[in-house]
């Protein structure tokens, strides 16, 4: 599949078939020999003989404030969350800010106090910094890109979605399509009437309890934009295995499953910032569930395995048997998600 | 001096005063706790009791083609280089892009085939990558933010704004002020009719045989936003020194000297994106400055010394012996000048 376009369209920043397109086809080609660790959710960086994880992401959710959030929230656990699927708690984070002439000093104050108290949470420094204004309606008001290093304190952990092997389970780490539901909800003006909010969170405390223990994890992806579909995905192809998921244990709000019905969506394409989809052994899957209700995560479920049917392929069994593939969700989506 | 205005104004984001108010007015009073290595170019972190240099900038220069660069080229220079006025070589860069609908893939295959020709050149491996794409008028054409992580090849070096001593001298790296002219040239349309060229580039190449050297270096800094100005007055204010620069000491191009005349700037507040300002011993000024000569750094030149009188402030001598301050550049300057 070729960029047949000459412009840069909204599918392009989707996170589905048509983002995976714009790297391979345009970024790689030039940047092949340049670019190491691609594939997972943070690269890893070695000085000194010592490894660390390094993710990268720019925020630009709109809008800026949301139930459950805001961008400076957002803006630190999506870094902090990258580096935690590769079993790393990031110690260090940059931000770079982008404002818009106007923009208003109350809601800069308050993005820059939930920045500051997440990152507090997540006991990251802030390493370097760098504010940028830009005149009015050159942005839409703020983005923000931040990038964490992470630590591995667990070295005895070696998560990857290229050895992912057949026969492992896959649990998610919570309720699937909340954050895309609210602020898709939110955009429609649609008035939900209920306490239903973003689950955007920082992963590495509930995930470090699994990390600490004795269990046979192989990856972890925090299933962000294309959602646990998009993720599914990825691991299929990476490791050239197959994934059947079944369609009546993946653990979705009915508020959320509501919004779905009313808008035409399937909650495992829709972003998630503070849930993630974990591969671990078969044998574990049950004792790694009982941690992760233990330590806050308790709407954590097994949602299906690996195989060696239909290598690169994700299958969904319904409640009466069919089967169907579960495909890269594609076209626009929702733009401005995260 | 508080931030009386409700809204984000274009001098915030100018290097200038109003810059160093917001930061120290809103960004501080909720960070504090949590940020290390404020008032350097680059942040030290460290990991397993090593150390690295980390600095982040994010880049949205307009017009994104210029005169000797675009915003791929300066998106690898300015944060390699603000890495390298610690005395690192950046090793790891991370980079994120945002895009706004309908933009030109043959101006994205252009920017970067450009960003990846200087990270080659920097030696820096691209470790972790974001694409975010936003609907049409949500943002003006590109940003592009990244992060370099620096190693340091040369211990001995301790550099800081902070450790400057009185009798030091100061160099320029090169001319002074070529970015910002013609950046504005360029947006005032103003046809030069020369080959005047931004003076975008790496700066760690020519600096590596002054920090291979046995010279006394203090600090460098690299000359963006706010020009030499800015970096004078945060050196004399975090180093409680004087500094006094002699006017006919300057290196400014003609056609730079033309285009300020006319358009009433100073060059010494105008941005550079490939020159530093250099602290160094006064007995080791004129070795440091035939090193740089030989090493492609051929208008480089002591501007000043450093001195007791006048602690915290600049003071800017002419040939006929007059002396002014020279004041932080304040006002809106010029946005979107990288």
Known sequence: MKLNTESILLSHGSGGAESQNLIAELFYPFLESCVIGSGEDAGIAQIHSKDFAVSTDGYVISPIFFAGGDIGKLSICGSCNDVAMMGAKACYLTASFMLEEGFKINDLSRIVESFSKTLKES?????????????????????????????????????????IPKESAIIVSGNIGTHGAVIYSNREGINLNTTLESDCALLYPILEPLFASNLTLYALRDATRGGIASVLNEWAQASNIGITILDSSLPILPQVQGICELLGFEAYNLANEGMCVICIAKSDAQKALEILHKNGASNAAIIGYTTDRNP???????????????????????????
Do not use: M, Q, W
């Not at 390493?127 to 942005?139: F, N």
């Not at 983005?143 to 992470?150: D, E």
């Not at 392929?313 to 733009?335: M, Q």
């Open 123 to 163: 006991g990251a420094k802030l390493i370097s910094a760098d504010t940028k204004v830009l005149p009015k309606g050159a942005l839409d008001k703020i983005f923000i890109t931040t990038t964490a290093i992470g630590e591995f304190l667990y070295p005895h952990l070696h998560l990857s979605a290229f050895k």
């Open 312 to 338: 690169k392929r994700v299958v969904l069994e319904t409640n009466f048997g069919a089967k169907r593939f579960l495909d890269y969700p594609s076209g626009e989506l929702l733009p401005r998600i995260c």
